[in-house]
């Protein structure tokens, strides 16, 4: 019997072979990308302001202080964030400017409104600002050609805004694994069905169901099927061929009752291991079957979830 | 100007007005319950089997021990999960008992299959049990009439697991709120859109819808607009018709070309904060219109995601 270390580890050897897609990039938050994306342009796309204020030269404003403000003639033309100015700023004038606007030609640095003051035609400046400041450099965040995101990388909100920000909308994400999920035994009913005595409901499909797609994969319900060779087998076999990790809950125990080991042994699937040395979740199975995963798991409900925490979990997620 | 910590507290005063909707318990899994749950049903249902063994009467296997084993006499019909033993059981009898199976009638306790051993037609028992021992009595998880999810409960795959088993399939839960999202900027071009000089993609109405979605909030995009008063206002107007919480970003400063302050006092919104001291993230202002909320968030691509972080999360969380 293995230890739950060993068991745990043996499931973290194995690997779903995972589809990918094209999807948008709002639909592929949270999932893992599945190529690199490469930017096709400078971010930013052109010089620009960090500041509201007024794009000037700065050997203009050398030693400029709240005592011995730099008066500057103002060039009335001001740039708006998205207007690109074709003006060339001389020695000696300066030009207001909005956040994001575009730096015009001559100037090589901004002077914050907060540092300034307008006098008539004239625009007082009462700091220094050194060759550079508060301007954003083309590319300074991004550079053409760069691969600003890799595959294999889980995307989030800040990659969503990266990507729009170069004008990606479609990216290759792998597809979550499809986990099937198959419940056994004669005792179990629908959660729609009244509870007859010996009976009952198959809450363990819901729960897995649940705990799958919270794990971030994807699921299918199998239903419930009994206590019987044929019907658990055509199942298994149809389950087999859709999903990529079928989860099997209830009928993996010593019990008279329990066909199920024999009939995974029948399909050709192979035994990971069967048994591991724990509680609660005892009986526990795991197999491989061409490239698909089966778990077989203990009926209760609280065991089954504890189960799915520890060895289905990590698989899925890795 | 009011401190971050001041600025946060005023936006949890307030709380979104959410609407209820019925929807089937895996959708409404990592949502919010708006209804208590009560059980109809006791769970079990009926006294059942906590093992594999024989249900046996506690008092006929006193003194039972390795050396010396009890013999009590076989009753063949054994008892799978799901079938009901029309059987009472004598004392001096054992029947085998699967996990989950009904206790026949006359039984008080399951010996465990590991300490027990069929000789032709008596079993050893090699193990005292005391009455009650391995038995999961009928309403032993839950009772009839028992309150067991509350309204306001947050929806774990656990709680999926227990709807299931009480035979509830619709729940209500809180709707998330609807975010409408507003970009505004000159600048500004649709992420499909080539990058031309002075012209920045609006990444922000991605990365805030995709943060909104991650913080449990549905989303709907309203796209840029133009720095212009008469466009500004139809779209605010049109979001505010449909959504719970409208984030603007962009046009909340000080500067010449954002007239969104102004449009915001037009439409009869009301000012709760107006100027936060914090960087990044200054601009900042928050209102209320009627029962929604307005945020006014700068168009800074980072300072608009901390925004979100800090202020609009934890009213969507609420």
């Known amino acids: 019997m293995l230890s739950v270390k060993e068991a745990q580890a043996k499931v973290l050897e194995c690997e779903v072979k995972l589809k990918t897609k094209k999807v948008d990039i709002l639909a592929g938050c949270g999932k893992v990308l599945a190529q690199d994306i490469i930017s096709n342009d400078f971010i930013p796309a052109y010089d620009n302001s960090a500041m509201d204020g007024f794009a000037v030269r700065a050997v203009d404003i050398i030693g400029a202080d709240k005592n011995y403000p730099v008066r500057l003639k103002l060039i009335k033309e001001d740039i708006p964030a998205g207007k690109v ?3 060339t700023v001389e020695s000696g004038f300066a030009v207001p400017i909005m956040t994001g606007a575009p730096i015009p030609a001559g100037c090589d640095c901004v002077v914050m409104k907060e540092d300034a003051l307008k006098e008539g ?21 991004i550079k053409k050609g760069e691969t600003v995101l890799k595959s294999g990388k ?8 990266v990507l729009a920000s170069i004008g990606v909308n479609l990216i290759d994400i792998y597809k979550p694994p499809l986990v099937a999920i198959l419940s056994t035994g004669d005792e179990l009913v629908d959660i729609n069905h009244k509870l007859d005595e010996g009976k009952v409901r198959d809450s363990n499909s819901y729960s897995l169901a649940a705990q799958a797609r919270e794990a971030g994969a994807d699921f299918k319900m199998y239903g419930i099927v009994k206590d019987d060779k044929e019907l658990i087998r055509g199942k298994i076999s149809a389950a087999l061929g859709e999903c990529d990790i079928l989860l099997l809950s209830g009928g993996v125990s010593v019990g008279d009752y329990d066909f199920v080991k024999e009939i995974l042994a029948d399909t050709g699937a192979e035994f990971i291991f069967w048994r591991v040395n724990q509680r609660p979740g005892k009986p526990l199975a ?15 409900p609280v065991s089954v979830m504890v189960c799915f925490e520890m060895y289905v979990r990590p698989l899925i997620k890795k």
Chains 1, 2 share one sequence.
Not at 133 to 141: A, H, L, P, V
Not at 154 to 161: E, F, L, M, R
Not at 286 to 300: A, E, Q, T, V
């Open 85 to 87: 100015p074709d003006i």
């Open 121 to 141: 035609r004239d625009v007082l400046v009462f700091r220094e600002f050194y060759e550079g400041q508060n301007i954003r450099y083309r590319g300074e965040d």
């Open 154 to 161: 889980k995307i989030y909100p800040a990659d969503i805004g």
């Open 286 to 300: 795991f197999l491989s079957y061409k490239d698909k995963f089966i778990f077989g798991l203990p009926g209760n």
